[in-house]
């Protein structure tokens, strides 16, 4: 049973290039969490997603950053013209059911913005 | 808005002596839960704690939860090279949403 898989593990992008993030919850998840962590920081609330829906993206900057979870496929976090500032490990987690349940995260992706 | 505050932000041990996080909300929590994050990991859950009072333990490991449910303790007992990470608390307040701690990092002393 493979657990929550974000790709890529690392990506670069120079200033005003596209991010995409992608996120596959466990099998039998459908409600999918994306965090940020900046170094020595602890975890900052970005969206939350049902498949097909946005539920709360209350965290998430209203410019530049957007997120989906589709029927079929991964969810996707996008960040359009990169900053240095969006350099951060993004962390996608995945639960099977809406209320307070344990998290399972993925490996992280580590954004390097030039 | 909901915070969860939790202290210390650094605790610098030597191997065998214990280790003691806390949490503090400002308002009562449905539950809370407790992850450690190794060095260029990601967040690994460790428990859940939803009733007043309640105290959980998992080996060397031992988790409370306030009365007023507003609070939270995760200590270890002796601890070993393998407990080296940041510990992080996370308040549930509604059907989704968890408010993180800002983590306490365990540094064990050569």
């Known amino acids: 049973n493979a657990g929550v898989m974000q790709n890529p593990r690392h990506l670069v992008r120079r200033r005003g290039q596209e991010a995409r993030l992608r996120c596959s919850p466990m099998?039998?998840?459908?409600?999918v969490y994306w965090y940020r962590q900046l170094p020595e920081e602890g975890l900052k609330f970005m969206v939350y997603?049902?498949?097909?829906?946005?539920?709360?993206e209350s965290g998430m900057p209203k410019e530049r950053f957007s997120a989906e979870f589709p029927k079929e496929g991964p969810s996707i976090l996008r960040i359009q013209q990169v900053v240095r500032g969006d350099s951060a490990a993004y962390f996608c987690?995945?639960?099977?059911?809406?209320?307070?349940?344990?998290?399972?995260f993925g490996s992280g992706t580590q954004l390097s913005v030039l | 808005g909901q915070q969860v505050m939790q202290i210390p932000q650094y605790q610098h041990v030597q191997e065998g002596e214990d280790f003691t996080t806390y949490c503090n909300s400002s308002?009562?929590?449905?539950?809370i839960q407790w992850y450690k994050q190794r060095p260029g990991g990601h967040p690994v859950f460790l428990i859940q704690?939803?009733?007043s009072g309640e105290v959980k333990k998992q080996k060397r490991l031992t988790f409370q939860f306030g009365e007023a449910k507003k609070n939270s303790s995760l200590h270890i007992t002796a601890t070993q090279t393998t407990d080296v990470g940041t510990y992080f608390c996370?308040?549930?307040?509604?059907?989704?949403?968890?408010?993180w701690g800002a983590g306490t990092k365990l540094i064990i002393k050569p």
């Open positions: 987690a995945s639960s099977p059911r809406s209320t307070n349940e344990k998290l399972f």
């Open positions: 099998k039998g998840h459908s409600h």
């Open positions: 997603l049902q498949k097909e829906n946005i539920i709360d």
């Open positions: 308002t009562t929590l449905s539950n």
């Open positions: 704690l939803v009733k």
């Open positions: 996370a308040g549930g307040y509604s059907n989704y949403q968890l408010i």
